[in-house]
């Protein structure tokens, strides 16, 4: 993270905002003080003839941001996932960023793939096109499989795009730890652990194997969803550097001329994309995070394709439990309920009143279920819901803060399809469904069941443990001990026990 390439590479980039005129708009959105704003304005309009003018047709964040090239594309994409950190305005320009960036020659490609596969590119795929996407990290081509005729998908890395991302990286870690002494206001919003987060996710999408992988468990929790598709993962022919995928024929989702005239559905179409999201959250805690047009497609025979798994969410299974509880509260417009889950949940701290938390959630509640039914919004609800426990004191969730973001984009793309789309309509059996398999007689029997078996595993130590407490107490020069004094362990061991015991009687029962 050291050398003059860091400060040479934020000269480029403060040149640059100051000549696509960005400067000003992130910092207002970022809450800087006039003096901060003043002194980035001061500094970098006497070198904006260094920077690249970028494309004047896109907004001045957007054309920034793409003139910097692919780190940077790739930073504002996970950013506009986080309107926590950079706000929802700038988030909106972020989240429309353009990703399509010039391809690299088809047989940088194919080289690509001979080094990954260990075999030529032509010997393994007869036929291998010119790209058909060029992205910030990677490219798109169409092939087919020589053995076996087999129509798929090949994704390829870049070239040197590890070496270039990494540079970017230590820039940006670099600028993040100066803003932070610079700038005490950016403090709050945590600079140098939002480049942690980038770096991650970053280092992940230059692993394909981890996006192969993802691809794969996205397929295998979805093999039975009516409707819904998604590519088959070629493991033989897939590496760090090359992914493979079947082939996706379809209709692009965001054509509704050629999705009419192929004689699809529409209405059907949105209300799948949106029942299908929530399901893959609530049931799996494991979904798709960039379901936008571009990467969606539908199927001769109607079903929705989906791709492109470089940004997936998960969500734990209590979040999942909470997340049900809270839609469901607001479903049956039971806000003393969504209150007491939050607190039993610890996302609003113990002392606040419950009463006027209820009374809050109300007033988020109650004028959108006013509305008529085609203008009520389940992403405008978390919305309000977010500023709401933000007021109460709850501290900010990631997994929270992109699973609305990702509800935001779900319900754009069903509403461009069916305009009159009731989202509640949609929404209620799936959020029902998950309620009765997971919170009721039959998930506590499922619960106690599982505790069981994981106290199981420790049985046979408990004596032990037990009686190496008693043991290292009994040694001890001091006075007797009490009960109310005796080890953890000991209480553990107990404890256990007796919990075994119950489990076995509600499993006879």
């Known amino acids: 993270m050291r050398g003059p390439h860091n400060i040479w590479r934020l000269v480029q980039t ?4 100051e000549r696509t005129g960005a400067n000003r708009f992130v910092l207002q959105q970022l809450g800087a003080p006039a003096s901060v704003a003043a002194l980035a304005r001061v500094l970098g309009w006497p070198l904006k003839w260094l920077g690249e003018k970028g494309d004047p047709d896109l907004p001045p964040t957007t054309r920034a941001i793409t003139a910097l ?3 940077y594309i790739k930073f504002g994409q996970i950013l506009s996932t986080r309107p926590d950190v950079v706000g929802d305005d700038l988030a909106v320009q972020l989240r429309v960023l353009q990703d399509k960036l010039p391809p690299f020659p088809v047989e940088v490609a194919k080289a690509t793939v001979a080094q990954e596969l260990g075999r030529p590119a032509d010997e393994v795929f007869s036929e291998f096109s010119e790209p058909i996407a060029a992205a910030s990290i990677a490219q798109v081509h169409k092939a087919r499989i020589a053995a076996t005729g087999e129509q798929v998908a090949v994704k390829v890395l870049r070239p040197n795009v590890e070496r270039e991302f990494r540079r970017d990286i230590d820039a940006f870690y670099f600028a993040a730890s100066t803003i932070e002494i610079l700038a005490p206001f950016s403090r709050r919003l945590r600079p140098t652990d939002v480049i942690a987060h980038f770096d991650g996710v970053v280092t992940g999408e230059l692993d394909l194997r981890i996006e192969t992988s993802a691809a794969a468990e996205y397929a295998a929790n979805t093999e039975g969803d009516a409707g819904f598709t998604v590519p088959r993962v070629i493991w033989p022919l897939s590496g760090k550097r090359v992914m493979t995928l079947g082939w996706c024929e379809g209709v692009p989702l965001g054509d509704n001329a050629a999705i009419d005239a192929a004689g699809h559905d529409r209405r059907a179409i949105g209300e799948r994309v949106l029942s299908m999201f929530l399901r893959h959250a609530l049931r799996d805690g494991f979904f798709h995070a960039d379901m936008h047009q571009g990467n969606m497609k539908v199927a001769p025979n109607g079903d ?12 734990d299974e209590y979040t999942r439990r909470v997340y049900a509880e809270i839609l469901y509260g607001f479903i049956r417009r039971d806000y003393r309920r969504v209150a007491e889950v939050h607190f039993e949940a610890g996302y609003v701290p113990a002392d606040r009143d419950i009463d006027e938390f209820a009374q809050a959630l109300r007033s988020v509640g109650e004028p959108i279920f006013g509305m008529e039914a085609t203008y009520i919004s389940m992403a405008k609800l978390l919305a309000y819901l977010f500023e709401v426990t933000e007021r ?6 990631t997994e929270l803060i992109l699973l609305q973001r990702t509800m935001v984009v779900v319900e754009g793309v069903s509403r461009s399809l069916n305009p009159s789309i009731n989202i509640w309509e949609v929404a209620k059996p799936i959020v029902e469904e998950y309620i009765k398999e997971n919170i009721g007689p039959k998930a506590l029997a499922r619960d106690l069941t599982r505790t069981a078996r994981v106290l199981a595993r420790f049985g046979p130590r408990l004596p032990d443990l037990a009686e190496a407490a008693l043991i290292q107490q009994s ?4 006075e007797p001990p009490r009960p109310s004094r005796l080890k953890p362990a000991i209480w553990m061991g107990l404890g256990s026990a007796l919990t075994l015991a119950v489990v076995g009687l509600v499993t006879v029962l």
Not at 14 to 17: F, G, I, K, V
Not at 304 to 315: A, E
Not at 475 to 478: L, S, W
């Open 14 to 17: 403060l040149a640059t905002m």
């Open 69 to 71: 090239g692919p780190a």
């Open 304 to 315: 929705v394709l989906v791709f492109d798994f470089g940004i997936m969410g998960r969500i």
């Open 392 to 397: 109460f004191g709850m501290a900010t969730r």
């Open 475 to 478: 040694q001890r020069k001091a």
